[in-house]
């Protein structure tokens, strides 16, 4: 988004200053309201004057009636907009527009898009639509330039491939705020100089640089500051989380993964004051959770559940993350600021009541005031270039007779190796019921579309198969199942559609969420998007056999992360992120009975 309200309008200057000194009216009075200052920690009653875009006055209330409008705040408390420092749109299934519609009247008024998913299925081509995607709306979108596409070089294939030259004509765009999380770790703590290349890039450009650094501790963690890296939100615990604040990280705490937060929340009430370097992100949210519960408000509303002060996570939310983005008029209710608010009924619920962007009344109860414009470009065109798959694709093939023994993928999201020893079968290894197959499909058509099978352990009993286009990161096809009939209904419902998430069970597809746009997204409401996950979910559920928190719905789209340690299964093989190896088959050894 390019601001459309220049706070350095001397004209709007002069006005601010007149009003502030009561030689002239304000624009609009906020009256009877409670502001909460999060750069003090006070929660005071105090009137907002407002003129244009800009906060002119805090003021003692009932001082001032001059106004061409009102606005009553009575019992009402009145905060900073909320700022999420990290986020990839793409995960929540909508276009930026359905995004803005949805999450500005929830009271975010300032996000940082990485379109690492976009990048991943379209390369440049994906960023530049997302930018323009972004502009004109009430959501001020700050967009970061992908810094690991894929994530995992040498591991996987996505869509494109980004070197530091594709990162550094990103960086020359006015548009891009930054390099988005690198991800490959193993990368810049080799100093291979693919990765080396990309972040010295984003640092010489002077702007953000930002990170994820799951699992990294000692001496990795310090060298991965060491390397130029300023942020991570990769956050297990509340140790890991005081130890990456320890080694300099700005904190992007995430709502993604609900079982970290009450150890961060003990961490941090462990500190004499809340870290400046500590702000709030949302990363992933599906729709029906962004529609029913919400994106940051709903952050918020659990943290403050788990015991944080309300202010502390209000001042993480805005001020701290205001100050890690490089924006001095966001983050505060204060003259001379931009007029970025939300009107809360309290601090306890945190609903939101209205929402002002610039000055403008744009949400209240809700509902976004007025119509978003509509996207002033076409959508991507179709990127599932495959042909329809058969049930012999998806067949565990194994050249031998007896028994086989299997390398395996053991458990969701913190995954270890594991051997199996599987009965063959005219060919075919049989599997016991608690073990499952994975395929995934190069989507792209950078690479033969032929399935890469791997085998998964501790990942319950499965009655059927799911198939996603939503596929961290490189977001090829990926099946899950045990019967190849199952697997192929579901994969072919998705090569039909356009890419999405499919579930069938008995040969038949029994939920289709289909995303056309890059095989990730919709340009439908959000609402509509948001029900057919839902059914999808529901589907999903009938099939699979879930133990939170890891074995869970979530873990499908991850399963495939070929950047973070262990093994995972992708597109050239089970790799191996935490050795760089990469093994072309899931047969370990066979051997006759």
């Known amino acids: 988004m390019l601001e459309p309200y220049d706070l350095n309008d001397p004209a709007l200057r002069d006005r601010a200053v007149r009003a502030a000194r009561g030689e002239a009216p304000f624009d609009l009075l906020i009256v009877g309201g409670t502001v909460i200052d999060v750069a003090t920690g006070e929660a005071r009653l105090a009137d907002i004057g407002l003129v244009g875009a800009l906060i002119a006055s805090v003021h003692p209330p009932g001082t001032r009636h001059d106004a061409a409008g009102r606005m009553d705040a009575t019992g009402r408390v009145i905060a900073p ?15 930026p527009r359905r995004y803005a519609e949805t999450v500005v009247p929830q009271g975010t008024t300032t996000i940082c898009w990485d379109p690492h998913e976009l990048g991943n299925v379209l390369g440049l081509d994906g960023v530049r639509w997302a930018i323009e995607a972004a502009r004109d709306l009430p959501l001020r979108i700050l967009v970061l330039a992908p810094s690991c596409v ?16 594709e990162m550094t004509e990103m960086l020359s765009w006015p548009a891009v705020a930054g390099v988005a999380e690198v991800m490959d770790m193993r990368g810049l703590l080799e100093r291979q100089p693919h990765m080396a290349d990309i972040v010295a890039a984003g640092m010489a450009s002077g702007k953000l640089v930002c990170g994820h650094a799951r699992g990294l501790e000692g001496a990795d963690l310090q060298a991965f500051a060491a390397g130029g890296i ?26 993604s993964h609900d079982q970290v937060l009450p150890g961060a929340v003990a961490a941090l009430r462990t500190l004499k004051a809340l870290p400046a370097t500590l702000t709030i992100c949302t990363d992933d949210v599906f729709p029906d959770d962004l529609v029913d519960v919400g994106g940051m408000i709903d952050v918020l509303r659990r943290l403050v559940r788990r015991g944080l002060p309300p202010i502390d996570a209000l001042q993480a939310a805005t001020l701290n993350a205001a100050l890690r983005i490089g924006r001095r008029d966001l983050g505060l209710v204060a003259p001379g600021r931009r007029a970025d608010l939300i009107v809360l009924a309290d601090l306890d619920s945190f609903t939101v009541e209205a929402v002002i962007v610039s000055g403008q009344v744009a949400a209240r109860g809700g509902r976004l005031l007025g119509e978003l414009r509509k996207d002033r470009q076409p959508l991507p065109p179709p990127t599932m270039r495959l042909a329809p798959l058969s049930p012999d694709d998806f067949r565990l093939r194994v050249p031998t007779t007896g028994t086989a023994r299997l390398r395996t993928v053991v ?9 199996l020893a599987v009965p063959v ?9 608690d073990a499952l197959l994975m395929a995934v499909v190069h989507r792209h058509g950078r690479a033969p579309a032929t399935p890469v099978i791997g085998v998964l352990q501790d990942w319950g009993r499965w009655t059927g198969a799911l198939a996603t286009t939503v596929a961290h990161d490189s977001h090829n096809l990926v099946v899950f199942g045990r019967d190849p009939a199952d697997m192929a209904a579901a994969a072919n419902a998705l090569i039909a559609s356009g890419g999405g998430m499919a579930v069938a069970s008995g040969g038949e597809v029994r939920a289709l969420l289909a995303l056309p746009v890059c095989g990730l997204i919709s340009d439908a409401p959000a609402h509509d998007v948001a029900d057919a996950f839902r059914a999808l979910r529901h589907a999903a559920d009938r099939i699979a056999d879930w133990l939170p928190p890891l074995r ?34 899931f047969i370990a050894a066979a051997w006759q009975p």
């Open 81 to 95: 907009g909320l700022i999420d420092t990290h986020l990839h749109i793409e995960s929540s299934m909508v276009t």
């Open 150 to 165: 894929p994530s995992a070089p040498g591991l996987e294939r996505a869509g494109a491939t980004f070197e530091a030259a």
């Open 230 to 255: 300023q942020s991570d939100h990769e956050i297990t615990s509340g140790d890991d989380l005081l130890a990456k604040l320890r080694a300099g990280f700005t904190v992007e705490l995430r709502g």
């Open 411 to 419: 458990t969701p999201r913190f995954t270890a190796w594991g051997e």
């Open 425 to 433: 079968e005219g060919g075919i290894g049989v599997l016991p019921e």
């Open 552 to 585: 869970t719905f979530k873990s499908v789209v991850g399963a495939s992360l070929a950047c973070n340690p262990g093994p995972h299964v992708t597109d050239m093989g089970i790799a191996d992120g935490t050795t760089g190896e990469v093994f072309e088959t």
